[in-house]
């Protein structure tokens, strides 16, 4: 069972663009994670949201939790080719199971 | 600081074949993580450990085994590989269970098996 749906999949946008990628389930998470993931590499931190309703910001990107702590954002204003990657989100269960999401594959183009 | 090191970086299997993937920290992180990752399908968890002697199913551990012997090493054993073992692995390591102590990732052993 996929616990944690990422959307869109698949996102190719303009270098400039805005864009927001999703994070959703219908468990509650203690906390949740953003990770970045470039080919042939491993996912790096990006962040991490603890508080329900919490927005962190990263430069040009802004994560939220949601209120209830079920889902989260990832907004990036004017996105850059260095923005592209597979970004995958992790949250942790209140019973200690960590799971991630499929990841949002998102391509800038210069 | 090398942060996770994991060794080899590309393998070619043939069917029925062993071999060790082999991981490293030096962060003196007592959490260990070893998951796949296949195309389209995130990460998998296959085994972890809390710290040296102790070590933990996760939800895809049939085919392999770990070893926890150090703080530093966890490598992960495959016995007699299958192609179902194709995959991309990653070793991981953390402060602590949560996922809000944050996840150092190796940069990862790509395996086919043949």
């Known amino acids: 069972t996929q616990l944690l749906e990422q959307s869109p999949q698949f996102l190719s946008i303009q270098e400039g663009e805005n864009l927001t990628v999703y994070c959703n389930s219908s468990s509650v998470f203690s906390s949740l994670q953003w990770y970045r993931q470039e080919p042939g590499e491993g996912p790096v931190l990006l962040v991490t949201v603890v508080t329900g309703g919490e927005v962190k910001k990263l430069k040009r990107l802004t994560f939220q939790f949601g209120d209830a702590r079920k889902d989260s954002s990832l907004h990036i204003t004017a996105a850059q080719p260095g923005d592209t990657g597979l970004y995958l989100c992790?949250?942790?269960?209140?019973?200690?199971?960590?799971?991630f999401g499929k990841g949002t594959r998102l391509h800038i183009l210069p | 600081n090398a942060g996770v090191t994991q060794t080899p970086k590309f393998r070619i299997l043939k069917i029925g074949q062993s071999m060790t993937l082999q991981c490293a920290q030096d962060m003196n992180h007592n959490y260990m993580y070893w998951y796949r990752q296949d195309p389209g399908m995130g990460l998998k968890l296959i085994y972890y450990s809390v710290g040296a002697g102790i070590t933990d199913k996760g939800e895809v551990p049939n085919g392999y085994n770990v070893s926890r012997s150090t703080t530093e090493d966890f490598p992960l054993r495959l016995e007699l590989a299958a192609p179902s073992q194709t995959s991309v692995y990653f070793c991981?390591?953390?402060?602590?269970?949560?996922?809000?102590?944050?996840?150092?990732f190796g940069s990862g052993t790509r395996l086919t098996v043949v």
């Open positions: 991981a390591s953390s402060y602590r269970w949560e996922v809000n102590y944050g996840y150092t």
């Open positions: 992790a949250g942790d269960l209140r019973d200690d199971k960590i799971i």
